[in-house]
């Protein structure tokens, strides 16, 4: 499946942003899908993954409390709102899917990716 990711943008610190994932071809309602993000230098990093159903949610401890993953399978769509913004989410986010119950934290159990989309927060 082709994902894009989009939403990004740059907003100052303690502001909000909320990206969208979607299928550009295909669809995206039969998986988990996964948000990651990788800043300069730095690793690739999980940030929330969602379940096929919406029922499970899982969020990095980074992120936990002030972003929240959702999806809309009528839309064909997975959200990540982001409030409280500060500095250290800038990078740039991933969607990502993954078929069958894997560990939704692990970049390695998703099979298609997004081009990602840019945040950047100002201090």
């Known amino acids: 499946v082709q994902l894009q990711a989009s939403g990004g943008g740059l907003v100052q610190t303690g502001g909000s942003l909320r990206l969208s994932c979607a299928a550009a071809?295909?669809?995206?309602?039969?998986?988990?899908v996964g948000w990651f993000r990788q800043a300069p230098g730095k690793e690739r990093e999980f940030v929330a993954a969602?379940?096929?159903?919406?029922?499970?949610?899982t969020y990095s401890d980074s992120v936990k409390g002030h972003f929240t993953i959702s999806r809309y399978n009528a839309e064909d769509k997975v959200y990540l709102q982001m409030n409280s913004l500060n500095p250290e989410d800038t990078a740039v986010y991933y969607c990502?899917?993954?078929?069958?119950?894997?560990?939704?934290?692990?970049?390695?159990?998703?099979?298609?990716w997004g081009q990602g989309t840019q945040v950047t927060v100002s201090s």
């Open positions: 071809e295909g669809t995206i309602v039969i998986y988990t």
């Open positions: 969602i379940s096929r159903s919406g029922a499970q949610k």
């Open positions: 990502a899917v993954q078929w069958g119950r894997r560990d939704p934290m692990n970049p390695n159990e998703y099979s298609d």
